[in-house]
């Protein structure tokens, strides 16, 4: 198969990109759509606070252990095989779950069919990160892939946004059955567009080096460089997922807020989110200030969320009664705390991708994307027994310590480069990962 073949065109690796964030915005849907629902699964499962954030956290737990794995198998098998069995896989499991998963008036499934229905959606699911993100930096330039990138990683606030605006809706109305039955569907529409568009990119005339890594570069499992901006990435995400996880739940018991407004606020931030990410790969793209950027938003976090902490504990042991600008302000806050710690992923993902190499895209990715979601899974269990020590307070400062720790990992100060270098902001480690051909080291 040749450059010259039609189905490889310039503008192919736009279809490329197209089915990568179908692909992950039906798996979003499902990972960052179900946490919305927190309020009725609590209800419609009889769960106690503390067997809430047990199952919540069970999907990230899926996903972490898995994610390496399908790393792996997506650098030696390619990206078509990996993401149309993981997204056919996926579908099946969900299905499976409307069946034998999903409460009636009559009956509550037992705890257990519960948490292993959404763990394994979490181990099949992992498939479609790594794979989608090699498919993006096999079919684009350095110069476009920032944007590329970002663009696919609008697919996780695109599928949060719609599980926030529907799901929460859905389910009230027909049921978790119903619920799962639909996820279900939107991975089998990713699928059939995989199917379609996503093919490893011609021998000849492609726009990357793509089946090279930097000279004498390290696998990425043997790369101290790499593992420090998956930690840096992982722990970010804490912040993150102490908002998605329980932000409803905060609302609804702290707040004192309505769930219509509580979709509402949700869909806003996954919404925030997708503009900036797009925004945010664009002009690090322009600019090549990755490092600059991801040290930006981690001091931006920590800020937000000490703001949120600090509002909080003067609100005390909740809203009171009439208080209609305190709530609105309050809802503002945590839109933008959660635009804010949702803004830099796709800026994160170019940094690690370039510096491990397009080759080994997968692996790296599978890396990060394990970090992710192992903190996915602690989080929710960690927010019932912090709230249960000091109240929700304690929980928000708990997420902006979480970026203290993460700034010097994701983005290290940089250093002072020589007479005539490029004058990138990152040290030489990081400031690799920027260069036009990924095979040069500065």
């Known amino acids: 198969m040749t450059s010259t073949n039609p189905a490889f065109s310039g503008r192919h690796r736009w279809k490329v990109l197209a089915a990568g964030v179908v692909a992950n915005a039906a798996f979003s849907t499902a990972f960052s759509g179900i946490p919305m629902t927190a309020v009725l699964m609590r209800s419609g499962y009889r ?19 898995s994610e390496l794995p399908w790393g792996l198998l997506t650098d030696k098998w390619g990206d078509r095989p990996v993401l149309l069995m993981g997204l056919g896989a996926t579908a099946a499991a969900l299905f499976a779950m409307a069946l ?9 499934p037992e705890l257990a069919w519960l948490g292993a229905g959404l763990l394994l959606v979490g181990v099949l699911g992992g498939s479609v990160n790594g794979a989608s993100g090699r498919a993006v930096m096999r079919w684009f330039a350095d110069g476009e892939r920032g944007l590329a990138m970002s663009i696919r990683q609008t697919a996780v606030p ?4 719609l599980g926030a605006l529907l799901l929460p809706m859905a389910t009230l109305r027909f049921g978790f059955g119903v619920m799962y039955g639909l996820l279900g569907a939107l991975c089998l529409v990713g699928a059939a567009l995989v199917a379609a568009w996503v093919h490893e990119p011609p021998a000849s005339g492609a726009p990357t080096a793509a ?24 722990i970010l995400c ?7 996880s329980f932000g409803t739940v905060f609302l609804h018991d702290f707040g004192r807020v309505g769930l219509v407004v509580i979709s509402a606020a949700m869909t806003l931030v996954q919404v925030g989110a997708m503009v900036m990410r797009v925004w945010s790969g664009r002009w690090t793209d322009r600019w090549r200030n990755r490092p600059a950027y991801l040290r930006a938003c981690s001091v931006l976090v920590v800020v937000m969320f000490a703001a949120l ?11 009171p009664a009439g208080s209609s600008l305190v709530r609105a302000a309050l809802l503002a806050l945590m839109v933008t705390s959660g635009i804010c710690v949702s803004a830099w992923h796709g800026v994160a993902y ?12 997968g692996t790296a990715l599978g890396m990060a994307n394990t970090a992710v979601f192992a903190v996915c899974f602690v989080t929710p269990l960690a927010i019932p027994h912090l709230r249960a020590a000091h109240g929700w307070s304690l929980v928000w400062l708990a997420a902006s310590a979480c970026a203290v720790v993460a700034l010097p990992l994701l983005a290290p100060a940089a250093r002072r480069v020589q007479p005539g270098a490029t ?11 920027q260069s036009s051909s990924c095979t040069s080291t500065r």
């Open 100 to 108: 034998l998963a999903a409460p009636t008036p009559g009956h509550v």
């Open 47 to 65: 769960l106690e606070d503390a067997a809430l954030g047990l199952v919540l956290g069970l999907m990230g737990l899926g996903i972490a252990v």
């Open 423 to 433: 004058g990138h902001l990152a040290p030489p480690a990081l400031s690799s990962a």
């Open 350 to 361: 170019t940094e690690l991708a370039t510096l491990s190499g397009a080759a080994r895209a």
């Open 158 to 161: 695109l599928g949060g946004g």
């Open 238 to 244: 804490a912040p993150q997922f102490a908002l998605l």
């Open 309 to 319: 902490a600090l509002f909080t504990l003067l609100l005390g042991e909740g809203m």
């Open 211 to 234: 089946n090279e890594s930097p000279a004498g570069q390290l696998p990425p499992l043997q790369d101290a460089r790499v593992w420090r901006l998956v930690a840096g990435i992982g």
